[in-house]
């Protein structure tokens, strides 16, 4: 479990500042759900009447900072500090669109992909698509 603070959230096509101490930035497609009542202890049966609608986000993970051994250099260990790794300024871009639930009546099928635009480099300004997938059944 992990949190996505206020601070975290910027709009869609945003830099992504990465912060000092981290290299190893990933990001993954995700299909934000926009819950609009109040809702506890909610049944699978009646956990859509709670939601407004949805935005597709991107979540970003420093993954040196969580301690996935990919993104390690020789003799360094991550903190597997879930929470600092996904919650520093700029970790959870979203939108630009938000889709009412009554126009998406099944999420369950829905293609989400993910593209990024770096900001420096040889490739930079051109989207490189990162994901290309679909909501699970």
Do not use: C
């Not at 945003?14 to 819950?35: F, Q, S």
């Amino acid at each position: 479990m992990f949190a996505k603070f206020p601070n975290t959230i910027v709009a869609d096509g945003a830099p992504i500042v990465r912060p000092r101490g981290t290299r190893a930035l990933d990001l993954e497609v995700e299909l934000g759900v926009v819950i609009g009542s109040v809702a506890r202890r909610v049944t699978r049966a009646t956990a859509l009447a709670h939601v407004a609608g949805y935005v597709v986000v991107n979540d970003v993970s420093a993954r040196d900072w969580q301690g996935v051994k990919a993104a390690l250099g020789e003799g360094e260990v991550g903190d597997g500090q879930w929470l600092r790794a996904k919650s520093s300024d700029t970790f959870l871009p979203i939108g630009p669109g938000f889709l009412p639930a009554d126009e998406l009546p099944d999420p369950q099928q829905l293609r989400l992909r993910s593209w990024r635009i770096p900001g420096s480099g040889p490739d930079a300004g051109r989207a490189i698509l990162m994901q290309d997938g679909t909501t699970p059944t």
